[in-house]
């Protein structure tokens, strides 16, 4: 009793100064929230944080989104449907008005359900063109995207001349209005996000054997028609409640740009289906955030841009596939081959004026035909490695790049041999050709090289010479 009564003593004042505390901090909180709300960032503090409940409605509801069309998105990118996804999320248009003309009202859910019909219809009908006749499956996709938007806006006409006053709104399935989210709209599209995830994990191993050999699922016995169906089904699940969040125009770049992006990363499926819905993800928090932080910015739009952003960033930074990484290879295989036309330059003339002899740069510059500042660099790198001693003027090989320069050599002579003799290639015309190859060959292919023109010699002779390589 007497513990019990020293606890109360003890927690009591405890538990009145933490309330007093949480209470003091809420007020702070709320001065600060009072003082940075008139400034930039106070704005980008409240979207961070989503103090605001239609912020956190839009960012929530825009990131699952984006999280299940990156990855639904992956499969439809590897089965090459980005058009018809395309035509998918104009042929939802026609469903959307004819859900309000019959009820003569706006309700989401039995608008959802018109888009899904019409969706369907739309890509049942570029399927079934592709098997007519002379109709490719652009022309298909060209015409159903059409004639199906036609009709929508035909019907959208209708729709604003009936002047009842409950069309308002009705354009923003084409162009999105994410910040006219509501909390019914995100929970449909976290419901329809989780059924599209967890049909994508189940049937992931489905999925990618029709997207990488489909002609072995049929032949296996998989029923490859409707694993396809099922695929294209979360697709225009997806599309259909993207509508909102971004317009019908614009849910393609959604299903397609991050599992684009992701391709730049990685080779293995997985890791891209996830990277792609990371991407999406990232995209949709990123798009729906700015859009807070600045109110006059269409958040679709923005969501869009967005994704088009982390493309370029992998496309150019993508340590495999990037731009930049393939400029980098690019260069770098440019200054091994300059170094190494210098060194083979510098072995021949040893090879006819015997081991250690100096050589006049100006007759190296000429052999090679390269530029001033070209050959200044060349040089410069063969010294700075120590593979050439020169002043200036003169210069010779050192011990070092000596073996270096035998390695090449031998390189472009047995590839010159193998091409005179397997390739009836004449011996004036081989030099050219030897000097692409002589830089990739691995010791694996000179060693098959050597067997196939029974060459044992550690350099064999110039086939430019008369009688050699016949």
Same mark, same amino acid.
């Given at each position: 009793m007497l513990r019990i009564l020293h606890m109360r003593r003890v927690l009591f004042p405890a538990v009145v100064l933490f309330i007093g505390a949480g209470e003091a901090l809420?007020?702070?909180?709320?001065?600060?929230?009072?003082?940075?709300?008139?400034?930039?960032?106070?704005?980008?503090?409240?979207?961070?944080?989503?103090?605001?409940?239609?912020?956190?409605?839009?960012?929530?509801?825009?990131?699952?989104?984006?999280?299940?069309?990156?990855?639904?998105g992956t499969f439809a990118y590897l089965r090459k449907r980005a058009m018809?996804?395309?035509?998918?999320?104009?042929?939802?248009?026609?469903?959307?008005?004819?859900?309000?003309?019959?009820?003569?009202?706006?309700?989401?859910?039995?608008?959802?359900?018109?888009?899904?019909? /019409?969706? #369907?219809? !739309?890509?049942? %009908? *570029?399927?079934?063109?592709?098997? $007519?006749?002379?109709?490719?499956?652009? @022309?298909a996709i060209g015409i159903v995207l059409s004639v199906f938007f036609g009709?929508?806006?035909?019907?959208?006409?209708?729709?604003?001349?009936?002047?009842?006053?409950?069309?308002?709104?009705?354009?923003?399935?084409?162009?999105?209005?994410?910040?006219?989210?509501?909390?019914?709209?995100?929970?449909?599209?976290?419901?329809?996000?989780?059924?599209?995830?967890?049909c994508c994990v189940l049937l992931f191993k489905e999925f990618r054997l029709i997207c990488f050999d489909q002609s072995y699922a049929s032949s296996q016995g998989w029923p490859v028609g409707l694993i396809d169906l099922l695929m294209m089904g979360?697709?225009?699940? /997806?599309? #259909?409640? !993207?509508?909102? %969040? *971004?317009?019908?125009?614009?849910? $393609?770049?959604?299903?397609?740009?991050? @599992?684009?992006?992701?391709?730049?990363?990685?080779?293995?499926?997985?890791?891209?289906?996830?990277?792609?819905?990371?991407?999406?993800?990232?995209?949709?928090?990123?798009?729906?955030?700015?859009?807070?932080v600045l109110p006059r910015m269409p958040t679709g739009a923005v969501i869009v841009l967005c994704t088009g952003v982390l493309f370029l960033m992998s496309m150019i930074l993508s340590p495999h596939r990037g731009v930049l990484a393939g400029l980098i290879r690019r260069m770098r295989l440019a200054r091994?081959?300059?170094?190494?036309?210098?060194?083979?330059?510098?072995?021949?003339?040893?090879?006819?004026?015997?081991?250690?002899?100096?050589?006049?740069?100006?007759?190296?510059?000429?052999?090679?035909?390269w530029s001033a500042a070209g050959f200044s660099r060349v040089m410069g790198r063969g010294q700075r490695r120590g593979w050439i001693d020169g002043d200036g003027r003169q210069c010779r090989l050192t011990a070092t790049g000596r073996t270096l320069a035998k390695r090449v050599l031998t390189n472009h002579r047995l590839w010159e041999l193998y091409l005179i003799r397997y390739a009836d290639i004449a011996p004036s015309h081989v030099d050219r050709d030897a000097d692409e190859i002589e830089h990739i060959l691995s010791e694996g292919l000179v060693q098959e090289l050597r067997q196939a023109l029974a060459e044992e010699t550690t350099i064999p002779p110039s086939p430019h010479v008369a009688g050699v390589g016949i």
């Open positions: 809420g007020d702070v909180g709320g001065a600060m929230d009072g003082i940075l709300e008139i400034t930039t960032w106070g704005k980008i503090w409240r979207a961070l944080t989503l103090v605001d409940h239609t912020t956190r409605v839009v960012v929530i509801g825009t990131t699952v989104l984006g999280a299940a069309a990156g990855v639904v018809l996804g395309d035509a998918l999320s104009h042929a939802t248009l026609p469903g959307i008005a004819l859900a309000f003309v019959i009820l003569g009202e706006k309700r989401l859910g039995w608008m959802t359900v018109g888009a899904a019909v /019409t969706g #369907v219809l !739309g890509v049942l %009908a *570029v399927l079934g063109l592709r098997r $007519v006749p002379r109709v490719k499956e652009d @022309a009709a929508g806006l035909v019907l959208m006409s209708l729709i604003q001349q009936m002047g009842s006053g409950e069309e308002a709104g009705l354009r923003s399935f084409i162009y999105g209005k994410a910040a006219a989210m509501l909390t019914n709209d995100a929970w449909l599209i976290g419901v329809s996000a989780g059924v599209v995830l967890v979360l697709v225009v699940l /997806t599309t #259909v409640v !993207g509508l909102q %969040a *971004v317009g019908m125009i614009l849910v $393609v770049a959604l299903l397609i740009v991050p @599992a684009a992006a992701a391709r730049f990363w990685t080779d293995r499926l997985g890791r891209m289906t996830v990277a792609a819905g990371v991407f999406g993800a990232l995209s949709g928090w990123l798009g729906s955030t700015i859009s807070a091994r081959v300059a170094d190494q036309h210098l060194l083979r330059a510098l072995a021949e003339i040893e090879e006819s004026r015997g081991e250690g002899t100096r050589v006049e740069e100006s007759e190296l510059w000429k052999m090679r035909s």
